[in-house]
T-cell receptor, first 113, second 109 residues
């Protein structure tokens, strides 16, 4: 079966702009989680969506938001971009949550100038 | 607070040597621990989880609740084991999967 896909793969934005990232989970998976990966902080949990509802949230400012559609596809939005938002953003899908195997996408590399 | 610590950023060993990647966690409830691995140019993927008690690619990990550790071990490292390894902790209380900062394993020929 097809793996998790993320679009776009690369993004370059300037400070103050906003960005939307997309994640298409594996068919049948209802949980989508988002992570920010940086060399200094490793993998940090952003939020998890299940059946179109945000079920859990990490310690990120309100500039980071997301949503999930009825087909389980998920989007993540970052508004008022800051230089520190430059990172690899990973999404992971699973059948129903953290206790199931997480299948990761290739990530979206966001660079904020 | 739920926390995972991997004290080594880089672990370098020679082929055939034993490997131990350290993972310590902080959590007061009943955690579930996982090891995820990312090989070069590949996606992050599950290696093993403590409830399975399996050996995957020669790796094992035992949950030690007394020492709050979940170290990953392999008796004889292979060059293809070179990768980034992440320890992760999940719990029903928080509903989150929290990752450590990762350890790069470098196996030299």
């Amino acid at each position: 079966k097809a793996g998790v896909t993320q679009t776009p793969r690369y993004l370059i934005k300037t400070r103050g702009q906003q960005v939307t990232l997309s994640c298409s989970p594996i068919s049948g998976h209802r949980s989508v989680s988002w992570y920010q990966q940086t060399p200094g902080q490793g993998l940090q949990f952003l939020f998890e969506y299940f059946s179109e509802t945000q079920r859990n949230k990490g310690n990120f400012p309100g500039r980071f938001s997301g949503r999930q559609f009825s087909n389980s596809r998920s989007e993540m939005n970052v508004s008022t971009l800051e230089l520190g938002d430059s990172a690899l953003y990973l999404c992971a899908s699973s059948l129903s949550g953290w206790h199931n195997e997480q299948f990761f996408g290739p990530g979206t590399r966001l660079t904020v100038l | 607070a739920q926390r995972v610590t991997q004290p080594e950023k880089l672990l370098s060993v020679f082929k055939g040597a034993p490997v131990e990647l350290k993972c310590n966690y902080s959590y007061s409830g009943s955690p579930e621990l996982f090891w995820y691995v990312q090989y070069s140019r590949q996606r992050l993927q599950l290696l093993l989880r403590h409830i399975s008690r399996e050996s995957i690619k020669g790796f094992t990990a035992d949950l030690n609740k007394g020492e709050t550790s979940f170290h990953l071990k392999k008796p004889f490292a292979q060059e293809e084991d070179s990768a980034m390894y992440y320890c992760a902790l999940g719990s029903s209380n928080t509903g989150k999967l929290i990752f450590g900062q990762g350890t790069t394993l470098q196996v030299k020929p």
